[in-house]
DNA sequence: CGCCGATATGTCAAGCGGTGTCATATTGAT
DNA sequence: ATCAATATGACACCGCTTGACATATCGGCG
């Protein structure tokens, strides 16, 4: 029943040269109406579907692109998956999503791989593997064209899209400022993460700006994951003066610090205020819901797959953020000191 | 600097013949140990790489599966796709993660598609694609070895692997009704998948074997979303005679029960028992800590990913559940009718 | 000791299903 | 009539596998 039929069959049934269906294939000039619509409906009638290997191997374009990724949260990684998958599908293009470990000292053989192996025609990477030097490398040699979504450094080299960490982080400082709190603790994210930096960056700048002393105190180490923001936000409330507001550089974190807080009993928001980033469903699910950043995650890897396609210059383009206001922030209350 | 290497080089390099080289590649018997060595060394000093699509252009296997996914949790996917990776990656096999929509009329021709295209081997399905008649349809049309994680129809016909289900609602059931409760709450899953009618079924049948009769005032639609399981519980806790403990089934309904028992400061677990389904982060993320069924979602991927490289016979697994017990189930207070 | 089957390797040619190059045919405009 | 633009075809080739066959070595076995 499914003996898969080949350009030559097509070619047969619409009575043109092979090459003829390959033209109208790959939308090259010179092809008549009339010819372009007969193969057409060869193709249609006899359920063709063209060979990627073949393609690969005569040199041509294999209309594959990979996603290159390391384990971020489920969330984001599905976010980001669906952004590329999204412009990929809409484009005919195929899109192969490839986990790597960027700590494997192997990691730029496997890139190698996959790209001599795949033929892929270009590769986006997602955060942490954008600053994967061994990757970077590789990718430069190969001569491959790529796109980084939120790259922490050299963000010149290459094309990337990315939303500007450190100003959100400025935002929700601020924001966090603007309702009284005065000691506000701040949870970074995972060293590999080059957003780590920024957005403390912007926790600092805020903090500065209003004129409140910098406490080093105040900023605990995470990693990006539930279990951090617990040891985070318990070493946060232990200390003398606990801060009255707690920023967690992302909403597992900020998931973890809540879980502290109904530990031991403190009322969020009333007698802590806490916010996460990023906007994941999960700042949703958790109680009191999140005050968080939005970050347009599908959106910035649906356009890191559309810099990518369509190849040309180095492009760079920036996505808006969103401050959303939920229950986790209120102003600060005045019998608190 | 990349020009890359091919079968002949690395012939010549070990000073063999190319047919030698393929015998090695394809582990055909009949070569020395003397005679792969060398081959051996010859491809990893050029640095070879045995190009996937003349391999496939020729006949050989593409060393390719696919797994076919349609928009479950994040979570979920996460974990599947883990254990597809994890096992593949072992095994030197390339995964294609391929998301489909399985309300598409077009699904069907999707997947021949992917399949024509990209001569994959073999094709893992996962829920709910695992009962979509047209992709079931063109993949034996077509010839194709497939596996299905957690069928809900038709167990027969392929290798499956999945878990109990029913016994698994029974087990937490149980639990429940052993803690003292009797206005026990159930909220269903999403009518695509098909556990969703086990996960009743085990419901019931513990409420029978307990001799609780059946009321269908306990029992609501969800949708498996954290929004459905908030709407179901504010029916539920909407009854003159409340249920004293609700069992959504699955961590994300169950994280909107939650919710909305904060929202009307009713207290979890000492007023109000609450169980998921599922085990997955999320249950460890919100407060209380979910009281659950671990599905071994990586595990079953692994399993299904496993049986369709090793082909064979048609093959059925069943992997264990457990539940696990947290902070979101309490005995039923006397107090409480 | 010669012969045979098992083991080990090589040569060669034919594809797999496309695409590139170059040649050729047709057309319309000048 | 001539030339460039347009339209189509013939054919080799991409890198690998495979099958048919040809050798060559080696360890028994009769």
Redesign the pocket.
Known sequence: MSE?S???DVAAHAG?????V??V??GH????A??RDRVEAAMKALD????VA??I????KSNQVALIYDNHSPYYMFQIQKGCWDECHERGIRLLAQPVDVDDPDVGEQVRGLVTETHVDGIILSSPVTDCEPVLKMLDQLDIPFVRISPGTNHALTSSVFMDDAQAADDMTTHLINAGHRRIGFIKGHKNHMASEDRLFGYRRALDRAGIGFEPRLVREGEFDFDSGVRAARQLLDLPQPPTAIFASNDDMGAGVLAVAHDRDIDVPSELSVAGFDDTTLSRTVWPPLTTIHQPMAELARTATEILINGGDITHRRLPHQLIERASVAPLRRDIP
């Not at 043109?16 to 003829?20: M, W």
């Not at 000039?29 to 008549?32: F, G, I, L, Q, R």
């Not at 191997?57 to 041509?60: E, F, H, I, N, P």
């Open positions: 898969r080949t350009i030559r043109v040269a092979v090459k003829t390959s033209r294939l790959n000039p010179y092809v008549s009339d010819t063709f579907r063209p060979s073949a393609r191997l005569s040199g041509a």
